[in-house]
């Protein structure tokens, strides 16, 4: 059965180019034009993916996904909006989407990173606590545990962390951190992926991961 698709998306041009594309390569579309009407159809619970525009009218994409994980709707969520800045962009992703894409996009791309979360979507965890010396995560609870306690994370911070976890002693380049925890191709002047470093740093002891000089980090 092919998967199904929301695409949440008021301008009628890109809600159309999108659902023929999508429809072409064989997934079954469904286009809503407006924030309540996504967030009904979502919790309905029958869809496999979503692509949000954050500028929807009546509620806009940021709510709809807040409300949508507050509802416990798991479902990945691809943002499409014309703003580029990383307060925006960061903004989505803690606010719990999988993916992100500027205005404007090529099909293929947005196609790709489609296939890309719906696979992941469908693969089971290969086990429920990760662990490297005395760190430790839970991927149920979503929380890492040190000797001084358990740790909240942000669900960026978490995926990062996961991310070192199942590559211990590995070094990771920054590209690699962005394709594997963001998704996407981020500009590469950013500093994004050094600040997610830092804050995680500050929460499990700013030792246990190193700045390899000209290469990325690694989890010592």
Do not use: C
């Not at 199904?4 to 429809?23: N, Q, T, V, Y």
């Not at 993916?49 to 806009?60: A, E, M, N």
């Not at 358990?150 to 960026?156: F, G, W």
Request: hydrophobic fraction near 45%.
């Amino acid at each position: 059965m092919s998967s199904r698709i929301l695409i949440a998306e008021d301008e009628a041009r890109i809600a159309s180019f999108i659902e023929k594309g999508l429809r072409a390569n064989g997934f079954t579309t469904t286009v809503v034009e407006d924030g309540d009407a996504a967030l009904a159809q979502v919790v309905a619970g029958e869809f496999d993916l979503v692509v949000l525009d954050l500028g929807l009218p009546k509620r806009d994409g940021f709510a709809v996904l807040q409300a949508m994980r507050r509802a416990h709707v798991q479902i990945p969520v691809v943002i499409l909006t014309a703003r580029d800045t990383v307060h925006d962009t960061v903004a989505g992703l803690e606010g719990g989407a999988d993916d992100y894409m500027t205005k404007p996009f090529r099909f293929e791309e947005l196609l790709a990173r489609v296939r890309l979360r719906l696979r992941s979507a469908d693969r089971a965890p290969e086990v429920t606590v990760l662990r490297h010396g005395d760190l430790s995560l839970d991927l149920r609870t979503r929380r890492a545990e040190i000797p001084g306690g358990m740790v909240d994370l942000t669900a960026r911070e978490f995926s990062l962390l996961e991310l070192f976890l199942r590559h211990p002693r590995q070094v990771l380049s920054r590209e690699q951190m962005l394709s594997h925890v963001w998704g996407y191709d981020f500009d590469p002047g950013s500093n994004v992926v050094d600040v997610y470093v830092r804050t995680l740093r500050r929460k499990i002891g700013q030792d246990r991961i190193v700045t390899v000089r000209g290469m990325g980090y690694r989890l010592d």
